[in-house]
Each structure stands twice: as C-alpha cells, then as structure tokens.
C-alpha cells in the first residue's frame, strides 16, 4: 500500500471519529439547553451519558491512531 493511500485511510479513520464527536457533543448541548423539547428520551441524563460514551470511544480511537499509527513508525 503507498504512503498516500496510507495517509489517506487514517485521515478519513481521524476525520470520522471527530465527526461523531461533534455530532455527540451537539447532541448533548441541545439537552443541556433544552431536555422537555427531545420526547424521545424520558431519562435526559441517560440520554448525555451515551452521549458521552459516543465521545469517550472516539477519542480513545483518535488516540490509538495517532498514537500506534503516527508518520513516524
């Protein structure tokens, strides 16, 4: 596999995970500042803690990247 292609996969892996970190991170502020206006979801603090699970997954994936898979191996 070429550096590039390398290069490529691992930023498209980083750009994704701190998608769904942005997305979680959305999504708790709107309960935050608005928890009767999401019906779906009784139990709002339940609701921030998968949240935050979403968030916590992502960051450790974001550091195994960079932390196994960095341009320096």
């Known amino acids: ?14 750009a994704d995970a701190q998608g769904n970190i942005a997305k ?10 608005n928890p ?3 019906g779906e979801h009784p139990d709002v603090l339940a ?6 699970d979403i968030i916590a997954h992502n960051d ?3 550091d195994v990247i960079q932390n ?3 341009e320096h191996e």
């Open 1 to 14: 596999m070429s550096c590039n292609l390398r290069v490529k996969m691992l930023d498209a892996l980083l």
């Open 36 to 38: 009767v206006g999401i």
């Open 60 to 62: 450790e994936r974001i």
């Open 47 to 52: 609701a921030i803690q998968e949240q935050l």
């Open 24 to 33: 979680a991170k959305a999504n708790v502020e709107v309960y935050l500042h």
């Open 68 to 70: 196994h898979f960095s």
